[in-house]
């Protein structure tokens, strides 16, 4: 879901779809970091430049300039996972973000709307309503 809930239906498509199997940003982990989110780091996968591999748990915020690649989102004992860990619906099925106010960039990038030749749009409620 995006930053931008004034068009966002919170349908939940895109984080069931697309919300997992991301690349991150060192950026992401900074706050996640200084607010020991271990809930959240512990599903962070990590490649550092010289090939160690790490869970998010372990990193503080001088391996951030190290890191090559941050993979969202994997399990307790580190496999990949095919969903999102905080992806959760209201009793009335909205879509609600369990880390809303920190979620990840690709996350809060999230507005199909504002594109054009996308592939997700045709899945998005918001931008079959914005189209002509
Ligand atoms: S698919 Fe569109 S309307 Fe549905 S949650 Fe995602 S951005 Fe919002
Ligand atoms: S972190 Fe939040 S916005 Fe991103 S995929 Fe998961 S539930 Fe959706």
Known sequence: MSHEE??????????ERWGWGQKGKPEDLVPWIAGNRHDILQHVSIRFADGRRASGTG????????ISRISYWQ?????KMRRC???KRSEDGKALCG?????PWVCRDFTPWNWTNHE???NCPACREKSP
């Open 59 to 66: 990193i503080m915020l001088d391996d951030l300039p190290h």
């Open 99 to 103: 880390i809303h106010d920190v979620k």
């Open 75 to 79: 399990d307790a004992a580190g496999r």
């Open 120 to 122: 997700f749009h045709g």
């Open 6 to 15: 004034q068009e966002c239906l919170q349908c939940g498509q895109c984080c």
């Open 85 to 87: 860990p905080f992806f």
